[in-house]
């Protein structure tokens, strides 16, 4: 549509109002940051944040096209962790530390490939939730 124009008082040219005016965020520089690598038996996904926890990149297989079953493989971990971790690398990304969670085949995949993309590893971490006795067992079934 068109432009608008913005009358003024005292007889002051109208001044148009266009798009390009809008706000320009700056873009945020992130060096330190976490990754946090959650592995299923289905799907893999992976989110890099700051030292704070805000969510800088984020990557899944089914971001990639990876359907069914193929979601869950050792490639499809590898390829979302490369690409997570280029989409993180825009924002000036140099130091991380892993943090791994779940269990499935492509754990180790997902660790080398953020390993093999160049930034510099401080520690890894396993966060995999582990019960400590959980829920108890349901009674034995009668005869």
């Known amino acids: 549509m068109g432009k608008k124009a913005i009358v003024t008082m005292e007889g002051e040219a109208p001044k148009a109002e266009s798009a390009a005016v809008a ?4 873009k945020k520089s992130v060096i ?3 990754v946090h690598i959650n592995i299923s038996y289905n799907n893999t996904l992976i ?3 700051d030292l704070q926890g805000n969510v800088i ?3 899944s297989a089914g971001l990639l096209g990876f359907k069914s079953s193929k979601k869950s493989t050792p490639y499809a971990a590898n390829l979302v962790a ?3 971790i280029t989409k993180a690398q825009r924002f000036g990304l ?3 530390r892993i943090v791994v969670k779940g269990v499935g085949p492509a754990r180790e995949s997902a660790i080398r490939g953020v390993a093999g993309s160049g930034l510099n590893i401080s520690s890894l971490m396993d966060a995999t939730p582990v019960p400590h006795n959980g829920v108890k067992a349901s009674k034995p079934r009668r005869q």
């Open 82 to 84: 490369k690409d997570a």
């Open 47 to 49: 989110a890099v944040s």
């Open 23 to 26: 706000k320009r965020s700056a």
């Open 32 to 34: 330190n940051g976490v």
């Open 94 to 96: 140099q130091n991380v």
């Open 57 to 59: 990149a984020f990557s």
